[in-house]
């Protein structure tokens, strides 16, 4: 037997232990930059709430197969990018790559189409891909979309769900946006014009790249995502699904249109915006922001009226978008909108037994007031903790000393320009309303 085994001690590793870093293609979110997610994400539920949707929680894995039927066996993100795994009972399961698949899948499971429709929901968190790290793209990734699912497919749903997105955008001051809608059809008039743009896309195949020759034969509605600069003039000569709509599409488009001027959103047709699978259809949009390069979509969307069944539920109108957070934080740092960093409201410096008794006290009844504050667990010389107080960002320092616990006035320094006046118990909450009241003006 061992000398460690004989002990109970664990041997003692050899070499220096090794440092650990985050896997690559995800990060640490450090308090310097969580307000601003923070911010972003209350906007959210602010602005969608009064749109009278609700936000739902989705797991942040699922059955393997929900992702491979709703987005595809033969799309990238489910042949290369999920991360995927047997669990201990040797059932595949997967890290969510999107959310709207588990959205339906939620609305299926729960009866959600016994409720009144249509039936608004949205959502907040991670998502997982495997892809390739760059600038606003990471393996773990965030989302912020909603879904409306049940009713009927009036015009009118689509265009409230991109004005609710704008406005949302609007209420983050985010500068640069460009709007691009579509209509790519429905089960009766897009085949037809698949047709035709693999026809066309046959007489010039030799022009284009692997990517773009495969997807001929497989999809071709994803050659027009194409962002090869040598294919570019290719595509601008094929022909447009607006010129083949049916009848009922064509009016469907036609309608959404003419709502989004009702509701002043502002948009450009782009007739490139399209979406592979079958059970998209009709409405399709995406929205822009200057300043990320060439990964510059933050949010897409569109309607999926075959979701729903395509995944054992009734037959089931659907829309919904998502918004990369990522790219929508990197986008408001890079336009100087984003919120300063905020520090703390008050710093208690304290000196005395019986001051710490009192220190504690205000800083319980400032915090159930509302403020910030730090409470330094040992004494400090006055001039260390003021020091202290202006690297944490404090805006005031509440000094309490021997003398202040025996007056019953409390001193307050404004650290911004050394002013500070006396203030009794009740007198310095009312002052600190006050200038919180004219700081907010």
């Known amino acids: 037997m061992s000398e460690s085994s004989a002990t109970g001690q664990q041997p003692k590793p050899v070499g220096k232990p090794r440092k650990f870093q985050a896997i690559k293609g995800v990060r640490d979110l450090l308090p310097t930059e969580t307000p601003l997610w923070n911010h972003?994400?209350?906007?959210?539920?602010i602005v969608f709430e009064t749109f009278s949707f609700g936000e739902i929680r989705l797991p942040i894995f699922e059955p393997t197969e929900l992702f491979a039927?709703?987005?595809?066996l033969d799309t990238d993100v489910v042949s290369k990018e999920m991360y995927t795994f047997a669990d201990r009972d040797e059932s595949m399961i997967s890290l969510r790559p999107e959310a709207t698949a588990s959205v339906c899948?939620?609305?299926?499971?729960?009866?959600?189409?016994?409720?009144?429709?249509?039936?608004?929901?949205y959502y907040l968190g991670p998502m997982f891909r495997r892809e390739r790290p760059q600038k606003g793209r990471y393996r773990q990734f965030y989302q912020i979309g909603?879904?409306?699912?049940?009713?009927?497919?009036?015009?009118?749903i689509d265009a409230e769900g991109i004005e609710m997105v704008m406005?949302?955008?609007?209420?983050?001051?985010?500068?640069?946006?460009?709007?691009?809608?579509?209509?790519?059809?429905?089960?009766?008039?897009?085949?037809?014009?698949?047709?035709?743009?693999?026809?066309?896309l046959l007489k010039v195949k030799d022009q284009l790249g692997a990517d773009s020759q495969r997807r001929i034969e497989t999809n071709p509605l994803r050659v027009l995502d194409s962002?090869?600069?040598?294919?570019?003039?290719?595509?601008?000569?094929?022909?447009h699904m607006a010129a083949h709509l049916c009848a009922a599409c064509a009016e469907h488009f036609a309608e959404v249109k003419r709502q989004l001027e009702l509701r002043g959103v502002i948009y450009r047709e782009n007739w490139r915006l399209v979406r592979g699978l079958d059970y998209y259809m009709r409405t399709t949009f995406e929205i822009t922001a200057h300043g990320l390069g060439s990964q510059n979509a933050i949010c897409g969307g569109g309607r999926y009226d075959g979701l729903v069944e395509l995944l054992g539920g009734p037959p089931t109108k659907g829309i919904g978008f998502a918004i990369g957070e990522d790219r929508l934080i990197l986008s408001l740092q890079e336009?100087?909108?984003?919120?300063?960093?905020?520090?703390?409201?008050?710093?208690?410096?304290?000196?005395?037994?019986?001051?710490?008794?009192?220190?504690?006290?205000?800083?319980?009844?400032?915090?159930?007031?509302?403020?910030?504050?730090?409470?330094?667990?040992?004494?400090?010389?006055?001039?260390?903790?003021?020091?202290?107080?202006?690297?944490l960002g404090s805006r005031f320092a509440l000094i309490l000393g021997d003398d202040e616990v025996s007056s019953g006035e409390w001193t307050l320094k404004t650290l911004a320009d050394g002013s500070q006046a006396k203030y009794t118990e009740n007198d310095l909450l009312d002052y600190l309303r006050d200038a919180t009241a004219t700081a907010q003006e």
């Open 40 to 45: 972003v994400e209350e906007t959210a539920r």
């Open 69 to 72: 039927r709703s987005i595809g």
């Open 105 to 121: 899948r939620a609305y299926i499971e729960h009866g959600m189409q016994s409720l009144p429709a249509p039936v608004k929901l």
């Open 146 to 156: 909603a879904e409306v699912l049940g009713g009927n497919d009036a015009p009118g």
């Open 167 to 200: 406005t949302y955008f609007d209420k983050l001051e985010l500068q640069g946006l460009e709007l691009g809608i579509n209509s790519i059809g429905c089960r009766d008039c897009r085949p037809k014009y698949v047709e035709i743009l693999r026809a066309e």
């Open 227 to 239: 962002k090869l600069e040598s294919e570019q003039e290719i595509i601008a000569t094929l022909p």
């Open 335 to 391: 336009s100087g909108k984003a919120p300063a960093t905020q520090g703390r409201d008050i710093y208690i410096a304290w000196m005395g037994e019986k001051a710490f008794a009192t220190a504690v006290r205000a800083a319980k009844d400032l915090r159930s007031a509302g403020y910030r504050v730090e409470l330094p667990a040992t004494e400090q010389k006055f001039g260390k903790a003021l020091s202290h107080a202006d690297k």
